[in-house]
């Protein structure tokens, strides 16, 4: 993560589904420390308690989540939340519910997160856009050759994984160094990678 921060990454979310929850929140302590002393933004993945526990910056919810109202009341309204979406009518209920930003997706077919969702595409980022002012977090797939028809499309910024990720010293950095100089070049506004 020490990587990703030193290449540009200014948020990242902890995701774990189904890790021994002691060992999820050791982790989200030590990742907590970390982003506190970059002055990095960190999100949970679905356990408000844990995003509490460890004094998280928020919480990024999913569908069968808790309802973000629950959230908003435990985090306070300081915290971040957000709320994955894979349609306009999830992401405009996100948006009127309070969400601070959506993830949505999956643009493309995406072997990172197993999911019953079917590609949405580029295409569907504009008319989200169209409809919904809160930011739009691309999902699923996104490659470096997919990335300026997302921007293009309106999303203002992308959630990675696989694209940065990597067990060489070096390359995590060298990865993200290279997505947020295309990103911002695409943009030519400052955007984001999760």
Not at 128 to 152: C, E, F, M, N, R
Not at 161 to 184: D, E, H, K
Request: aromatic share 6%; proline share 3%; no cysteine.
């Amino acid at each position: 993560m020490e990587e990703a921060i030193s290449g540009g990454v200014r948020l990242v979310q902890y995701r774990e589904t189904d890790g021994e929850r002691r060992k999820m929140y050791e982790t989200a302590l030590l990742l907590r420390q970390v982003t506190a002393h970059y002055g990095v933004t960190l999100i949970i993945n679905d356990f408000i308690d844990l995003a509490l526990a460890v004094k998280a910056d928020g919480v990024h919810l999913g569908q069968d989540d808790l309802p973000l109202w629950v959230a908003r009341k435990l985090l306070g309204k300081e915290a971040i939340v957000g709320i994955s979406t894979h349609s306009l009518d999830e992401a405009m209920a996100a948006e009127s519910e309070g969400a601070d930003y959506i993830g949505f997706g999956p643009i493309f077919h995406t072997r990172t997160k197993v999911s019953s969702y079917k590609p949405v595409g580029v295409e569907a980022i504009a008319e989200v856009k169209k409809q919904v002012a809160i930011p739009l977090y691309a999902i699923g797939g996104i490659t470096l050759s997919t990335l300026p028809s997302i921007i293009k499309a309106g999303a203002d910024g992308v959630a990675v994984i696989s694209a940065v990720a990597s067990n060489v010293p070096g390359v995590i950095r060298s990865n993200v160094v290279q997505w947020m100089t295309l990103l911002n070049d695409v943009a030519g506004r400052g955007v984001s990678l999760r």
